[in-house]
């Protein structure tokens, strides 16, 4: 074993053009994969923020609403939202009942055809959930004790409407028997928030809202904040055995369809991006490896000669390639993180045009995650690149015979 493995090592010194050429394929494939792979991750990450910042990571709600949820059916609403609050602090968890509805808004003395999404929650939700107060640009936050008379918007809808600070802004929407409701609220902020859905909202207080769709004590949900997307899942799962909970869907958001079917989609992506790499890199690497072994075939055929089983000539081509696959994939790790550092720090700024026509909250900043799984990972198939490269070459090498090999070289 040692033998060979010697004899490995001293092959990759033979031909050092050919070594530095396959170190490289695997070098690329390697630094592809990080960044490929950080890129994914921080997608799906800064999704999951933005669920949990919008919408917090568990959700209580009418199993009927939630069916129809994109019609806004404000009838399956919850009536009483208090033992339904109390049961998520008794489990040791903030909960926040909200209202959101469609409405059309207009600003001033025009009546204005914009249609926009209205949210209704407590000033704590607005604080400590979405930090909305750090995200105004234009104005202020809501002022203490004032909530019920004012109105936020987001930068896309003030711009649409055309609302300026200290107008009134008048939304029209439905009363939950499907009434005509207006109200009023002096805009008193604008938010630029870090994804296109929620610039494309306005804010006002539970009250308000629970006045204009004439559910005096209730919500349409009830946002659980649990503080880590990862625990959503148990979490939901503790409170579905709560008493005053049975009636109801709590549902985490990775248990949401739509937000589900990203996550499949993504690990799907996530398979092909890694297998497309190694495939294209094994590629580079067979065809090298098969010069190698066409220019050695005498070699083999002596060394089979003089007893080296058909494993060990698998096993030497492979370590050759696995020595060739350590010296690109560890350089390749290193700049794919670089690379990845940056834009995880730095992210791509792609606008709200990318994810103004998304019914989701997608950050107008693409970021990447960089994490050491996805380094290891990412090392792991590099390697995998240099083996699987290897392996029919070697193969083709085992099969030598002697008296052809030395027949064809004399």
């Known amino acids: 074993m040692g033998d060979l493995l010697r004899m490995a090592l001293r092959n990759t010194a033979r031909n050092t ?12 494939g390697t630094t592809l994969l990080i960044i490929g792979l950080s890129w994914l991750d921080g997608l799906l990450g800064g999704l ?4 949990a910042a919008t919408a917090g990571e568990v959700r209580v709600l009418k ?35 909200l209202i959101r509805v469609g409405v059309t808004v207009s600003a001033g003395e025009e ?16 604080e400590d959930v979405m930090n909305l107060d750090e995200h105004i640009v234009e104005g202020a936050f809501f002022t203490p004790g004032e909530e019920s008379t004012q109105v936020i918007l987001g930068k896309t809808l003030a711009t649409d409407v055309g609302a300026k600070l200290g107008e009134e802004v008048l939304f029209l929407g439905q009363t939950q028997d499907g009434s005509i409701s207006p109200i009023k609220g002096v805009l008193v902020g604008i938010v630029d928030a870090d994804d296109a859905l929620s610039n494309r909202q306005a804010y006002a207080s539970l009250e308000r809202l629970r006045y204009l769709t004439d559910i005096p004590d209730g919500a349409i949900e009830v946002a659980v904040r649990v503080g880590d997307p990862a625990r959503a899942p148990e979490v939901a799962a ?11 869907l709590v549902q985490a958001w990775s248990e949401r369809p739509l937000f589900a079917t990203i996550s499949d989609m993504t690990g799907l992506v996530y398979g092909v991006l890694a297998g497309s790499i190694v495939f294209i890199t094994a590629l580079g690497v067979l065809n090298t490896m098969l010069m190698s072994v066409l220019e050695r075939t005498s070699e083999v055929g002596v060394l089979r000669a003089l007893g080296m089983g058909r494993a060990a000539v698998v096993f030497l081509f492979v370590v050759e390639a696995l020595v060739i696959g350590v010296l690109g994939a560890l350089p390749g790790v290193v700049l794919g993180a670089i690379v990845s550092f940056f834009l995880e720090r730095d992210g791509i700024e792609m606008g709200e045009k990318i994810s103004a026509q998304v019914s989701m909250p ?46 064809s070289h004399r």
Not at 66 to 87: C, D, G, H, Q
Not at 238 to 248: D, I, N
């Open 48 to 51: 999951v923020d933005n669920i």
């Open 362 to 407: 997608i950050s107008t900043t693409f970021r990447a995650d960089l994490s050491l799984e996805v380094t290891l990972i990412s090392f792991a198939l590099g390697l995998s690149m240099a083996a699987l490269g290897a392996l029919l070459p070697s193969i083709r090498a085992a099969g030598i015979q002697p008296v052809d090999a030395m027949r």
């Open 111 to 126: 009546i204005g055809e914009h249609f926009g999404l209205l949210l209704g929650a407590e000033r704590s939700y607005y």
């Open 63 to 97: 199993p009927e609403y939630e069916a129809r949820e994109e019609l806004f059916p404000l009838y399956e609403n919850i009536a009483e939202t208090a033992p339904v609050v109390k049961a998520i602090n008794d489990a040791g968890y903030d909960a926040h009942p």
């Open 17 to 28: 053009r050919r070594t530095a050429l396959t170190a490289m394929t695997i070098l690329l």
């Open 238 to 248: 503790v409170l579905r055995e709560s008493p005053a909970l049975k009636p109801y």
